[in-house]
């Protein structure tokens, strides 16, 4: 039998593997709820522009109504012969009001249809993520104004560099989230217009009214160019490459919790419900959920490169390629989603060693650079000469196993006759973060501040989504 949607020119159905490779129901049946609303819309457009009756159109809203209600019940028999979900729902339309269910893809075309259902899913998805990343900059910055002060080692090249506080560290977080937040945010906008009434690809000859349907959806606008509306995914592409960025900053922090839990660095402990254990090693406390976060990022960023490919050779303007646009997305962005949450989870519970990260901010001569500034205030040296001199005394101490703070003052000034007593106010690592006062610095005046400012920002802000 040949399809009942488009097999009129048909004489026989397609092969079985042809059926397979072509159709997406199994994946876009997620797209339904979507798919109704822009019906919906468009069938009210579709009466009041005059172009189907208003019997028909009431008919073809009570039919969706229905159709709505059997996918939310789980009823809908969803068949892989109709291909996609376009043609499921339609065709079940009809079962329920007969052949004037037809009457609904007038002045419309499965290219447009699409293009609006998936704008619609990912607009949604990208409401949802906002409100998640802002709890999660949230339980971030209370931990950082807990933490303000909290000293542990700043690292550069994962070498002990100058002390910083546990809570400037987190706040880094927010920052890179708040970022995340623009960047989708900036996307939202771009992709807030709608291509239905685009419909094949040139536009229709019906007198359809596309202010009304993009109104009705949420949408700013209609896109402006038909072919632009049913062959651009710039609306994915951009927001799988901002939540590919959000994945890397997840997949940071993830890192960073896996080096801190080790007995080596022993700087945190996860809460038991963000751990698991090992079947064989029964000391073992493993952190599995930042590890699965740092490799899902792997997931996301390859959703955003396998996009690109998908789109890169493809002339204007719809072509079934395109299909393959929706699993890698739905993938990451559900997969985004559960990162965020199980990191929120691990941050308000983690519980900090504040001795553990003192004393290791004070090992390997954290407070050389303190010294150095010390030399330039008090000494007037130019500060490549107390580069220098800072160096010796590093050796100095090195050589002789102890921290910078233990050389004695003879010690010091056999190095540099002018170094005064008052140098040893400046070695402790407190000491150092206290002076870095500049904006952005660690100083925990300035942290406190910051973590004050960024809870006051994100209480303000109504949650968008989830
Ligand atoms: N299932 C299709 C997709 O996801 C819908 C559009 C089909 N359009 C077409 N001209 N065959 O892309």
Not at 181 to 188: F, G, I, M, Q, V
Not at 210 to 218: D, I, N, Y
Not at 400 to 407: N, Q
């Amino acid at each position: 039998m040949s399809n009942k949607m488009w097999g009129g020119r048909f004489a026989s159905g397609p092969d079985a593997i042809m059926e397979e490779i072509n159709a997406s129901i199994g994946f876009d049946y997620r797209l339904a709820a979507q798919d109704i609303r822009g019906s919906r819309a468009h069938v009210a457009m579709l009466a009041d522009a005059g172009i189907v009756s208003r019997e028909h159109a009431d008919a073809i809203t009570r039919g969706l109504a229905q159709v709505e209600g059997e996918i939310e019940a789980g009823t809908f028999g969803f068949s892989r012969a109709l291909e996609d979900i376009h043609m499921n729902i339609e065709s079940r339309l009809a079962e329920i009001i007969g052949p004037d269910a037809g009457r609904l893809h007038t002045a419309r075309s499965r290219n447009d249809q699409v293009a609006v259902d998936f704008r619609l899913w990912v607009r949604d998805a990208v409401d949802d993520l906002d409100g998640q990343m802002r709890g999660l900059q949230q339980a971030l910055a209370e931990r950082a104004l807990d933490h303000a002060g909290a000293v542990m080692p700043g690292f550069t090249h994962l070498q002990s560099a100058q002390p910083v506080t546990f809570g400037h560290h987190l706040l880094a977080y927010v920052e890179m989230l708040g970022r995340d937040r623009s960047r989708l945010a900036d996307a939202r906008k771009r992709l807030n217009e709608c291509p239905l009434g685009a419909a094949a690809l040139a536009g229709t000859s019906f007198p359809i009214n596309r202010e009304q349907t993009a109104r009705a959806l949420g949408f700013d606008r209609p896109t402006a160019n038909s072919l632009d509306s049913v062959s651009d995914r710039d609306f994915v592409l951009e927001v799988l490459a901002s939540a590919a960025i959000c994945a890397v900053h997840l997949s940071r922090l993830a890192d960073e919790i896996v080096l801190w839990v080790t007995p080596q660095f022993g700087f945190v402990q996860l809460s038991d419900k963000f751990t698991t254990g090992s079947s064989i090693m029964p000391q073992k406390r493993n952190p599995d959920a930042a590890e699965l976060v740092r490799g899902k990022a792997g997931r996301v960023i390859g959703a955003l490169n396998g996009l690109l490919i998908v789109m890169k050779g493809l002339p204007l303007t719809y072509s079934k390629d395109m299909q393959e646009d929706k699993e890698g997305a739905f993938d990451a962005l559900q997969s985004l989603s559960l990162c965020i949450a199980a990191m929120t989870g691990m941050i308000r519970d983690l519980q900090p060693d504040l001795k553990r990260m003192k004393a290791a901010a004070g090992a390997g001569f954290a407070t050389a650079t303190d010294l150095a500034d010390w030399l330039v205030r008090e000494l007037k040296m130019p500060f490549r000469q107390a580069h220098h001199v800072t160096g010796s005394l590093v050796k100095l101490a090195s050589d002789g196993k102890v921290g910078l703070e233990k050389l004695t003052l003879a010690q010091m000034q056999s190095v540099e006759p002018q170094i005064t007593e008052a140098v040893f106010g400046v070695l402790g690592v407190e000491k150092s973060v206290r002076s870095r006062t500049s904006y952005g610095g660690t100083a925990p005046a300035n942290v406190r501040a910051q973590a004050k400012r960024w809870i006051a920002k994100l209480g303000k802000e109504a949650p968008k989504g989830g």
